[in-house]
């Protein structure tokens, strides 16, 4: 059965329906809100997340759930779009997020995906594991779907592996906050290298980006660490923020690098710099690198690495 379920519905799903849906999931679930409102979540006693609904989603584009989900879905336009996403670390999870999927349906003269959720609307039970879990805080914002949790770390098990860490630092300037996300990718899902203009634009402008490298490495695409050799990770791209460049100016940076393509991004006026290193192969990447920190004396505050798989 799919990690997630979808109802697709012609009315809006109210507080009513929603709640209806909710007993539906497991009346000895408690409820929780994360993603600042925007997502329910369910948990066990004992803290385990169960299912995370995300709010619905108002769709107007003719044919675009059938394009989004299967070619088989037959939807009339617009549809009100609600995903149920079911936990990969707890096994029995996808029956109650199926079960609030065709409970919703059910209510709300829709349709599911899976065709085979509508047959889950009865209410299901979902034990505690007996083992205590951090949980979120009400209004996080971050990694709503984590299958995982610890104090410094979330991890997201299906499809592509992540693991997120983070951790405060107080200076003399204030407190910083540092992040290390890891992407696994195998052989046939190729790391998205183009995609990392666009994230460092809006990680920048609606994040406050300071400074962020993204590494490619050649290893487990599970993001395990086995008892052996691995080769190292190589740089492929150094991206600054407004607020680490101020000082010195993107002009600076930029006659830094004369050899590097840098790519202004976001308001003229306060632009975020993207300098792409190399490809994820080439070892002077690390050179590039090292002379662009020696140069513009600032330490990168943001990491992210991103893995295929070793041979």
Do not use: K
Not at 85 to 97: C, H, K, L, N, Q
Not at 272 to 287: E, F, I, Q
């Amino acid at each position: 059965m799919s990690r997630s379920a979808f109802a697709l519905t012609a009315r809006m799903p109210d507080p009513t329906s929603l709640l209806a849906a909710l007993h539906a999931g497991g009346p000895d679930l408690r409820v929780d809100r994360a993603g600042q409102g925007a997502v329910v979540r369910l948990c066990t006693e004992d803290g385990r997340q169960v299912v995370a609904v995300e709010a619905p989603r108002y769709i107007q584009v003719p044919g675009e759930a059938a394009r989004l989900l299967d070619p088989a879905v037959a939807t009339e336009t617009p549809v009100w779009w609600t995903e149920v996403r079911a936990a990969s670390a707890v096994p029995e999870a996808p029956r109650p997020a199926a079960s609030i999927a065709g409970r919703l349906a059910t209510l709300l003269d829709g349709t599911t995906w899976p065709r085979e959720t509508a047959a889950h609307a009865d209410v299901v039970t979902v034990a505690a594991s007996g083992e205590p879990a951090p949980a979120l805080a009400v209004g996080d914002d971050v990694l709503t779907e984590a299958d995982m949790l610890t104090d410094r770390a979330a991890i997201v098990l299906p499809d592509i592996p992540v693991i997120a860490t983070q951790w405060v630092t107080h200076t003399r300037l204030g407190v910083e906050e540092h992040f290390t996300l890891a992407f696994g990718h195998t052989a046939d899902n190729l790391v998205p290298l183009d995609h990392l203009p666009h994230l460092a634009e809006e990680l920048a402008i609606q994040h406050h980006l300071a400074t962020m490298v993204t590494e490619v490495r050649a290893a487990r695409p599970d993001l395990t660490v086995p008892a052996h050799y691995e080769p190292p990770a190589l740089p492929v791209s150094l991206t600054f923020g407004p607020g680490a460049i101020a000082d010195t100016g993107p002009s600076r940076v930029e006659e830094t690098l004369p050899d590097t393509p840098v790519v202004r991004l976001g308001p003229t006026a306060r632009p975020t710099l993207h300098c792409t290193l190399g490809d994820g192969t080439d070892p002077a990447a690390w050179r590039r690198l090292r002379h662009a920190m020696a140069h513009l004396r600032v330490a990168p505050a943001g990491q992210a690495v991103c893995g295929p798989p070793s041979g």
